[in-house]
């Protein structure tokens, strides 16, 4: 499945005009259990830019790039900008525990800050061959 549809699919319920999607995301396909994966949490990761950081703005958005060197990985970055101040919290939650182990047991990873200027996170997964 391709990785734009996931994110199409997943998204479109937030309002695809709030979300950039990089046109080097074109063409990248993941495994079905991988999308599934990434369904959760690309979901997880919306529904907090409502909640918390820039989708809770009229003026905010989130902007999903390739990663650089990810020609044989499905690695993305995800950003949002426009939002309220960021604090970052040592407080753990469930969804911060979701967003940390969805991919793990398919060979991916996420890893994010809680930047003033917005919310980060780095996603890495295998591709499909």
Known sequence: MELVEVMGKTLAPFGLGRFSLDEALQGVSVRDEIAAAMGLLLHEMA????????????????????????????????REEGGPPVEPTSREGFGTRLMQQVLRSQGGSVRFEFEPQGFRAWVACPAAP
């Open 47 to 78: 529904t907090n830019a409502v909640k918390y950081g820039a989708l809770s703005s009229a003026k905010g958005k989130v902007v999903v790039t390739r990663a650089p060197a990810s020609t044989n990985n499905a690695d993305f970055e995800w």
